[in-house]
């Protein structure tokens, strides 16, 4: 018996570093992905460095898979990874990209943030059909102001941003809500979450790389041209912001609620302003901080519309993703 309880709270405690690893890495690493952004695309087409991120990242997770096992992608239902794939790093993280050529990091992830909102609404009109309580009306209702400022003050917040910037990113927010409830539906075995996030990346870059050649962007790609900078913030990108961020968010919805896992949402346009300002000299106004503080705010209230505490993992379940 007392052999049993070991196993199990070894297993609790094995657990619970991973999760903690796992918010981690969305918190700090997506935060950062929007400057690691503003800099790869100064030599660099947007679309075009896209497709080579996903690319490259999917081919390292390939080669790791294969070296485990012989057949990596075995039970992987491939049409749904796809389509995840397109919507999230497709055309989720895609037109974010593209977007970032005239609007300033921060304010992308301002806008960004706003997912939780699009979540909520997207599945109450076409997946459970449930009204969201009146904490979470409320919230999406002060959120949605917080966004509106935004887009209606985006030239005194970017300068000279075209409406199509703003328009694209919420388009890329849209977008990542609809995979994201997809996925959680996909209801995918803990142990395949890094094939599942292969395919993911892979049927993206596809995509990005279908956008680059509609865009033409090959003819503006100069290799010998590209910079130190936009070379290391691309390898970044490879490596963090695809590769182990992607895989802490695919795998932390197979662990705790997702409520918990959409809290990345408060942190990352905090992170991003943040950095914004300091290496990229891009201003934050008291519009900006209006809205921001309007944008958190009715996402705190959608993400937590009660203040009851959420249940905690079993042990079982702990078991079970050691």
């Known amino acids: 018996m007392q052999n049993a309880a070991s196993i199990q709270n070894a297993a609790a405690a094995s657990l ?61 239902d491939m049409k749904r990874a796809a389509l995840c794939g397109v919507l999230l790093t497709g055309f989720g993280n895609g037109l974010v990209v593209w977007a970032q050529q005239g609007v300033p990091s921060g304010i992308a992830a301002l806008l960004v943030a706003a997912i939780p909102i699009f979540i909520l609404a997207i599945e109450y009109l076409f997946f459970a059909g449930r009204l969201p309580g ?54 995918v075995p803990s142990h395949r979450i890094v094939a599942f996030t292969c395919v993911q990346i892979f049927f993206g870059a596809l995509l990005q790389l279908s956008l680059a050649m509609l865009h033409r962007e090959w003819r503006m790609l100069d290799l010998p041209h590209v910079s130190v900078t936009s070379a290391f913030a691309l390898l970044y990108l490879i490596v963090f912001g695809s590769i182990v961020a992607l895989t802490c968010y695919s795998w932390l919805l197979t662990q705790v609620a997702p409520q918990k896992v959409a809290t990345y949402a408060l942190v990352n346009p905090v992170v991003a302003l943040l950095l914004g300002a300091a290496v990229l000299g891009e201003k934050i106004t008291a519009v900006a901080v209006v809205a921001a503080l309007a944008v958190l705010l009715g996402i705190g209230l959608v993400l937590f519309p009660s203040w009851r505490p959420l249940p905690k993992a079993r042990p079982q379940e702990a078991i079970d993703a050691s």
């Open 134 to 187: 009146p904490r979470a009306a409320l919230g999406m209702a002060i959120a949605t102001a917080g966004v509106v400022v935004i887009v209606t003050h985006s030239r005194s917040l970017s300068g000279a941003a075209q409406p199509i910037y703003i328009a694209a990113i919420l388009a890329a927010v849209m977008s990542w809500s609809f995979g994201t409830l997809l996925q959680r539906q996909a209801r």
């Open 16 to 76: 619970k570093a991973k999760i903690l690893f796992a918010f981690a890495g969305i918190y700090l690493i997506w935060g950062t992905t929007y400057l690691a952004i503003a800099l790869s695309i100064r030599t660099l087409p947007p679309f075009a460095s896209g497709a080579i991120r996903f690319l490259i990242a999917a081919g390292l997770m390939w080669a790791w898979l294969r070296w485990r096992e012989e057949h990596p992608f075995e039970g992987i």
